[in-house]
């Protein structure tokens, strides 16, 4: 268990900002309640990119269900390595990040990083606040565009904490129910402590039906800067593990259009 006293990892200096500076790509942390749509927003965001001949890098944080599986087939990847090699480590470095990275045969613009199946958080040597931070500093050398899919429970969670202290900007989902808006409410509890960026954050309603009151949910959030609708077309290739799949139905396009209005807003393409 992480302490959240003073001078743990949710403790940091707030990073000194440019007047004027406009920033186009850098390091994107997508976080939110449960069953928000985390990895989804994160692979898709990181398959628009990749369309756009972009190289990104996606990272996928959860070690207790990896999320690697979850996206495309095995037989889809040029190889598998583990996130776990990387933050066992005793130094986390540039080219053994590069080493661990695996690549889509046929997406050639997008490297993930994640653990594979089978795999859990005591599979490796634990690691600690350094490791992390390393790894998010090797990855801004390698590629100009990185998201990071951070898991739900930043207490028990380093590398998502990291993640989300360290990012250039944030994705807060939640979904249009109390519970979502609720937990988000507690967890932030931890990053406020830390005088965690504000001003990175955007603040998005997640799978938004036409019965739902998205006036309701900025009222208890604040200002909300995005809002994902739902899509079944989508539900369906999470199910199937197919994230990477283009959505070609008409009823998704308004997700799509939303996605492109968050990559442009956050990374200026």
Known sequence: ????????????EPAEKKEDEVFHGGVLAVWGSP????????????????????NVVLVLCDMTAPMLPCICSPSELECEKSLGSILSATHVTEPLVKYNMITH????YLTMIGMLKGENEYTYASYSKVQAQELIEALRKIAPFVIIDCGSYIANDILSAVSLLECDSALRLANCDLKSISYLSSQLQLLQNSKWDT?????????????????HM??????????LPYSEEL????LSGNLLADMTLKNSRPFRKEIEKIAKEVFGC
């Open 35 to 54: 069953g928000s749509g985390k990895t989804t927003v994160a692979v898709k965001l990181a398959k628009h990119l990749a369309d756009k001949k972009k």
């Open 199 to 215: 001003d990175k954050q955007y603040k998005v309603a997640s799978n938004v039906k036409p019965n739902h009151s998205v006036d």
């Open 218 to 227: 900025a009222g208890a959030m604040g200002s909300v800067s995005f809002q």
């Open 1 to 12: 268990m992480i302490s959240f006293k003073k001078n743990t990892i949710f403790s940091r």
């Open 235 to 238: 539900e369906e290739q999470y």
């Open 105 to 108: 045969k046929k997406m050639a």
